[in-house]
């Protein structure tokens, strides 16, 4: 939908009157000819009180999809070419795979799962035993590492001959790159960082995140676009338990065409291994009701002691009291601990988003009615300088017994 300039209908004399008219100033006339800038704010006043038939609003005809075409779900396994998990897939897209199966059971439609990468047999044969009833294989020597164009050519090739209904993506670095280049190659809407999904018996995909900071949870559906793309954060969902494989693998063509890109990789060199939040078992995680940052070695005594990671809130980032790697909640890390006691933090919806699914939360808080309390399995309402040092001598007690 949008407007549409008549310049047919259109002398300098009218062009004239449509920029004064316009109270944004979007309106330019070169050439003979007018045109609309990025100014315009669809006030319509430009139809509604300039010269008549000179511009006018047109609503886009929507076609509705042919939901026949279109079956199945779909999931991204992100290779790891390279480092200690070199010929396996990312455990975010083993948990996408749990996910599609459960969704799968709605419309009885298969799931299947595209890799990309070099030498992937291995990581094919991982993706059948977790669930996966097809593996799409687009294997090829320039495919060992990550490159954009390439990538995204195999995937609209994948999406032009599988027609998936639904895709699912990791929200890893690479996921977040290629997903909305593939988008918008086939034509397709993309919600990023799902934090839930649901299906409907239409196969319409019910991609569910947060908005307007945290405060409403969004449902998003895209009823007359096929394929449904979307992203999801690591630790989100749960990976499934191994199974006997039942699925097959298939070997797509790759074209001489699908190679072609401008990106060229020169050298690859190898990142320090780095600790990342979203792997731990146990985490104690630091809000704003640490007086200063001094205290941060009262919390890491407790780490120590439960052989847990330190994370945080967003605030104290800010503060520069820690790497914003060790950060928790929506603009930070999704994490899925066993165990997770957070000290001085408030819960607000943006962190909360970011733990809730954790097995066990025990919130430590001097504020009895804070938000934190509506999401915790146990909760101690007292001054944490004078529980965390009591926790710590539990714990040094259950380590030496």
């Known amino acids: 939908m949008g407007l549409v300039i008549h310049n047919d209908r259109i002398t300098e004399k009218e062009a004239s009157a449509l920029m004064d008219l316009c109270p944004f100033g979007a309106f330019s006339y070169e050439g003979g000819r007018l045109t609309a800038g990025p100014a315009c704010r669809m006030c319509r006043l430009c139809v509604k009180k300039g010269p008549a038939g000179a511009v006018t609003f047109e609503e886009e005809t929507v076609r509705s999809v042919d939901r026949d075409l279109w079956k199945g779900i779909a999931v991204f396994a992100e290779y790891c070419g390279y480092g200690k998990n070199r010929g396996s897939v990312h455990p975010v897209s083993l948990e996408l795979l749990g996910k599609a199966r459960e969704l799968s059971r709605v419309t009885g439609h298969p799931v299947s799962a595209l890799l990309i990468g070099s030498g992937t047999e291995k990581a094919a044969e991982q993706l059948l035993r977790y669930g996966a009833d097809a593996v799409y294989v687009y294997d090829h020597p320039a495919c060992g590492n990550f490159v954009i164009s390439p990538y995204a050519a195999m995937f609209a090739d994948f999406i032009e001959k599988t027609k998936p209904s639904s895709i699912l993506v990791g929200a890893t670095s690479l996921g977040r790159s290629l997903a909305p280049k593939v988008a918008a190659r086939v034509r397709a809407g993309l919600t990023a960082d799902c934090t839930m999904l649901e299906m409907r018996e239409n196969t319409d995909l019910v991609q569910i995140r947060p908005a307007f900071g945290g ?42 065409d ?95 988003a970011g733990m809730r699914n954790s097995d066990l939360i025990i919130a430590v808080n001097s504020d009895r009615n804070a938000p934190i309390f509506n999401i915790a399995h146990c909760g101690y309402v007292g001054d944490l300088y004078e529980i965390v040092p009591a926790l710590i001598s539990k714990a040094e007690e259950g380590r030496n017994a």
């Not at 990342?276 to 704003?288: E, F, L, N, W, Y």
């Not at 909640?329 to 408030?346: A, E, M, Y």
């Open 215 to 256: 405060n409403i949870m969004a449902q998003i559906v895209t009823p007359d676009t096929r394929p449904q793309f979307c992203t999801v954060r690591y630790k989100i969902f749960s990976a499934p338990e191994k199974q006997e494989p039942h699925g097959r693998i298939v070997r797509m063509e790759i074209t001489p």
């Open 258 to 352: 699908m190679l072609k890109g401008n990106t060229e990789v020169l050298k690859v060199e190898k990142k320090p291994e780095e600790t990342d939040i979203s792997d731990a078992g146990v985490i104690v995680a630091c809000g704003r009701g640490l007086k200063s940052k001094d205290d941060i070695a009262l919390a890491a005594s407790l780490a120590e002691a439960l052989g847990a990671q330190l994370a945080c809130t967003r605030p104290l980032v800010e503060a520069g009291w820690f790497d914003p790697r060790r950060q928790i909640g929506l603009s930070g890390r999704t994490v899925k601990p066993k165990l997770i006691i957070t000290l001085g933090v408030s819960g607000s919806v943006q962190f909360a």
